[in-house]
């Protein structure tokens, strides 16, 4: 199995840093229950295809399990209903592409 774990930054309104419960990573948990984990940039089209590819491969040899965590950011609104710029600042969204 693949757990693919898309990294947003936020978790609806609450960042992901404190929705998570701590620091670290999510591929880090994975590595902590013993799964193998990778970490990759979610808006670098080359890096995760290697990562799936590897990913891929690796439940087809029955390895067992992979974690892949995507880094990447919500540029939009979690629903129709919310307002972003009401909790994040509009300078942490112009950061990204």
């Known amino acids: 199995v693949v757990l693919n774990v898309v990294n947003n930054q936020w978790a609806i309104s609450t960042f992901q840093g404190?929705?998570?419960?701590?620091?670290?990573?999510?591929?880090?948990r994975g590595l902590g229950f013993g799964i193998p984990s990778l970490r990759?940039?979610?808006n670098d089209y080359l890096a995760v295809h290697a990562v799936?590819?590897?990913a891929i491969e690796r439940a087809?040899?029955?390895?067992g399990p992979t974690l892949?965590?995507?880094v990447t950011y919500r540029v939009g609104a979690h629903s129709s209903s919310d307002d972003p710029s009401a909790y994040r600042p509009k300078a942490e969204s112009d950061a990204w592409p």
Request: no cysteine; net charge positive.
């Open 18 to 28: 404190i929705a998570r419960g701590g620091s670290g990573t999510f591929a880090a």
């Open 40 to 42: 990759v940039d979610g």
């Open 52 to 54: 799936a590819k590897w």
């Open 60 to 63: 087809r040899r029955n390895l």
């Open 68 to 70: 892949v965590e995507y």
